[in-house]
């Protein structure tokens, strides 16, 4: 089993005194496309599955799915989130328990989601629905200091409903002075990279455990392919995810960061419950410039 880097109270304490870095975007990886996102005391959460609802609805059939790595944290000791961002509603991205709990403990919470996923989402969650923020490939949902810019993901198509909504996206989320793209469950299709080329994006968040290339009816890039669309969007730092969280499908990620390697593309490796800092930053205390993504010294390493 994987144990998070920092979980439970450590972690609550991290994400808490986070914000004693102004200017920064601060990121925590909660394993598969799982993200935390902090920026100027606002909390984002990218497909979270902080439960064991997959294991539970899958226990003693073909298709059981076991948790490989712990849960980083409690949703219902979450606060201070104000948005949930699901690429679609597959289980390990769209987790009524795990955005129920988070709605509890945050009550201003909005779900920003593709617009073709609606309907289920309704159904999923129920009466306690938090406010829905739908979101079509090519346009976008403005709130507070937020952007959400759909972007189609292909798994492995483009699908949209009968009244021509999108079913999967990837987002360019853009704040303050930062455009992230998280790509959500997708191949590399044909207009995936002049779509997010439009911004200058600072992170990438892209899936890598995509089988090789002649493998069909794939959802996700490979390691190789996550590593060139980083560099073909020019992605300041590209980060891989979608594996690590059960026991079945998992990539290294090591394909990614020799290809990134070659490619000279700037790469981070997160383990779970890690956080990555990234500048603009200035030291309240000190009153000078930090370099870039600080290193954190890491509390024992649970691989
Ligand atoms: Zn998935």
């Keep these: 089993m994987i144990v998070p880097v920092q979980k439970d109270e450590d972690f609550l304490t991290d994400f ?14 909660l394993g ?9 005391g606002i909390g984002l959460l990218v497909d979270p599955y902080l439960s064991d609802a997959l294991s539970r609805s899958t226990a003693g059939t073909p298709d059981e799915l076991r948790r490989v790595s712990e849960r980083v944290v409690d949703p219902l000791r979450l606060t201070g989130i104000d948005y949930v961002l699901c690429g679609g509603t597959s289980p390990d991205r769209f987790d009524s328990e795990t955005i129920l709990a ?109 089988l090789d290339g002649t493998e069909r009816n794939r959802s996700s890039m490979n390691g190789f ?23 079945r499908g998992n990539a290294s990620p090591d394909e990614f960061a020799n290809c990134c390697d070659r490619l000279g593309q700037r790469h981070r490796i997160l383990k779970i419950g890690q956080r990555l800092t990234m500048g603009p930053i200035t030291d309240p205390s000190a009153g000078k410039a930090l370099p870039s993504e600080p290193y954190r010294p890491e509390p024992g390493l649970g691989y």
């Design 32 to 40: 598969q496309s799982g993200f935390l996102i902090k920026w100027a």
């Design 16 to 29: 808490r005194e986070a914000d004693k870095v102004s200017g920064a975007i601060h990121v925590w990886w």
């Design 225 to 247: 392919e996550a590593a060139a669309f980083a560099k073909a969007v020019s992605a300041s730092l590209a980060i891989p995810c979608h594996y690590d969280l059960f026991d």
């Design 102 to 210: 988070l709605r509890a403990a945050n009550p201003g919470l909005k779900v920003v989601l593709p617009a073709g996923r609606v309907a289920e989402a309704e159904a999923l969650l129920g009466a306690a629905a938090p406010p829905f923020l739908p979101v079509n490939a090519g346009t976008y949902t403005k709130t507070g200091a937020f952007d959400f810019h759909g972007i189609n993901a292909a798994n492995p198509k483009i699908r949209r409903d009968a009244a021509g909504n999108s079913r999967d996206l990837g987002y360019v989320v853009l704040f303050g002075p930062f455009a992230i793209y998280h790509a959500g469950e997708t191949v590399w299709h044909t207009h995936l990279v002049k779509e997010v080329r439009r911004w200058s994006v600072n992170l990438a968040f892209l899936p890598i455990d995509g």
